[in-house]
C-alpha cells in the first residue's frame, strides 16, 4: 500500500519557518525558591475572552520540567532594549537571573524589567506534542509597557517599532 504521508526536508521546513516573523518571549516559574526560566518564541494568543495563550517548550530544555510542576508562569514579551536578556535565557547558564533586574509577580512568577508586555498566567492543560510540551494558560495578571516590542526573523532581532506599514 502507497504511503499516505511523507516528511518535507529538514533544510525546506527550515526556510519555511524563517518565513514567520514572531516576537521573543521569556517564560519563567519558580522552582522552589530558584528563579528560572528560557528564550520562547512559540508564543501564540488563543483567545482575547477568556484571555488565554499557549507556549511550546521542548522536553530537552533543563527549564521544562520546572514549568511542567508549576501551576502559574510568566511569560514576558521582550522589547527592543533585552538584547541581553535574550541572549541569557537562549543559553544554559546555571543561574540564568544573576544580574538580572526582576520582580515577582502577584502569583509569585518572575517579571522581567525592561520588558515589552508582562502576563502571569495559570496552567490550564498540559499537552504532549512529540519533542515538546504545550501550556494551555489563562491570564491573570498583565499589563503592558512603553518599549518597543523585539521582533525575531531568520535568525536575527529586529525594532519592531521601526517596521514599515503596507497600509
Ligand atoms: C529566538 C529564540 C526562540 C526560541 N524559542 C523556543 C521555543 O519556543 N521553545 C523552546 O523550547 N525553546 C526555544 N528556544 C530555545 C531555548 O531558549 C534554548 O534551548 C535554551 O537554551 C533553553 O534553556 P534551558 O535548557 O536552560 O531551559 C528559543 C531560542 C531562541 C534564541
Redesign the pocket.
Known amino acids: 500500500m502507497a504511503a499516505l504521508a511523507s516528511t518535507p526536508d529538514l533544510d525546506v521546513m527550515k526556510r519555511v519557518n524563517r518565513q514567520f516573523v514572531?516576537g521573543?518571549t521569556v517564560v519563567t516559574a519558580m522552582d522552589g525558591e530558584i528563579p528560572?526560566?528560557?528564550?520562547?518564541?512559540?508564543?501564540s494568543s488563543i483567545s482575547l475572552d477568556p484571555p488565554t495563550v499557549m507556549?511550546?517548550?521542548?522536553h530537552?530544555?533543563?527549564?521544562?520540567d520546572c514549568l511542567f510542576r508549576a501551576n502559574h508562569l510568566a511569560i514576558n514579551i521582550l522589547s527592543t532594549e533585552q538584547l541581553d536578556v535574550?541572549g541569557t535565557?537562549?543559553?544554559?547558564?546555571a543561574d540564568?537571573f544573576k544580574d538580572l533586574d526582576w520582580q515577582s509577580g502577584p502569583f509569585g512568577s518572575p517579571l522581567i524589567a525592561r520588558s515589552s508586555a508582562q502576563m502571569e498566567v495559570e496552567i490550564r492543560e498540559r499537552l504532549r506534542a512529540s519533542t515538546?510540551t504545550v501550556f494551555i494558560c489563562r491570564v491573570v495578571h498583565a499589563a503592558a509597557a512603553e518599549h518597543h516590542p523585539m521582533v525575531?526573523s531568520a535568525g536575527k532581532?529586529f525594532d519592531g517599532g521601526a517596521l514599515a506599514s503596507l497600509g
Open positions: 514572531t521573543v528560572r526560566g528560557l528564550a520562547v518564541n512559540a508564543f507556549v511550546c517548550v521542548q530537552t530544555s533543563s527549564t521544562h535574550v535565557f537562549a543559553g544554559k547558564a540564568k515538546h525575531y532581532f
